[in-house]
């Protein structure tokens, strides 16, 4: 099976700090995506990388950047936290385009973060 | 626009009970079309996908789903929900040949003992 390590469960920081969420994959995928999941609003794109060192915006990308230097791992990094960005956080991978389908993601269990 | 709506934010079934949790897309082209389902403070499982072919698609955990595309719809079906059932349920649409995906706003199933 696929898995989808993210390393924290739960993280709390404070307002003004340089935050890193790491993401690791164990199954050589090329795609890999962080969102941001908040209640009534569903799964929200920040980030996405389908290659290493490659990364497209997403929906929301304000305030977020991203690093991917190996294939397996793909970090969020908040570079000024703020209260707004009190969140669950997703990383999920999944296989390249392939054929005429497009591959389901596999994500991780989420890091809840608070920013005080 | 593309979108993806569940009506329903919260449903609640009694165990053993049939479950039908909605799903509406808006898509101009074939969607590829998914179910998850997130149990408490767990990441998002896949529980079935549709590329094409047969409307009617079988999932993990007794889940299908049908396809009705003159409906834009992708409904989840469980004929006899378990008490372990209760979770929230996401619907998303995948954009042919792209990375993109697009979320519902997600279905939060509570089932009575």
């Known amino acids: 099976d696929v898995k989808v390590t993210q390393s924290s469960r739960y993280l709390v920081k404070r307002t003004g700090e340089k935050v890193f969420l790491e993401c690791v994959q164990d199954?050589?995928?090329?795609?890999m995506f962080w969102y941001r999941q908040d209640p009534g609003l569903g799964l929200r794109l920040i980030y996405f990388?389908?290659?290493?060192?490659?990364?497209e915006k997403g929906d929301i990308p304000e305030g977020y950047s991203v690093s991917r230097e190996k294939k397996e791992r793909f970090s969020l990094i908040l570079e000024s936290a703020s209260t707004s960005q009190t969140s669950m956080y997703l990383c999920?991978?999944?296989?390249?385009?392939?054929?005429?389908?497009?591959?389901?993601?596999?994500f991780g269990d989420g890091t809840r973060l608070s920013i005080l | 626009a593309q979108s993806v709506t569940q009506p329903d934010i919260h449903i609640t079934v009694s165990e053993g009970a049939s479950l039908e949790l909605r799903c509406n897309y808006s898509?101009?082209?074939?969607?590829?079309l998914f179910w998850y389902v997130q149990s408490p403070g767990q990441g998002l499982q896949l529980l079935l996908k549709?590329?094409?072919?047969?409307?009617l698609v079988q999932g993990i955990k007794g889940f299908e789903a049908e396809f009705k595309r003159s409906q834009s719809s992708f409904n989840l079906r469980k004929p006899s929900v378990h008490w372990s059932d209760a979770a929230e349920y996401f619907c998303?649409?995948?954009?042919?040949?792209?990375?993109?995906?697009?979320f519902g706003t997600g279905t939060r199933l509570k089932v009575l003992a």
């Open positions: 999920a991978s999944s296989p390249p385009l392939g054929g005429d389908s497009n591959q389901p993601q596999h």
């Open positions: 199954m050589d995928h090329e795609n």
């Open positions: 990388s389908y290659d290493v060192k490659m990364k």
């Open positions: 898509y101009g082209a074939t969607p590829y």
């Open positions: 549709y590329f094409s072919g047969d409307t």
């Open positions: 998303a649409l995948g954009f042919r040949g792209t990375y993109k995906y697009i």
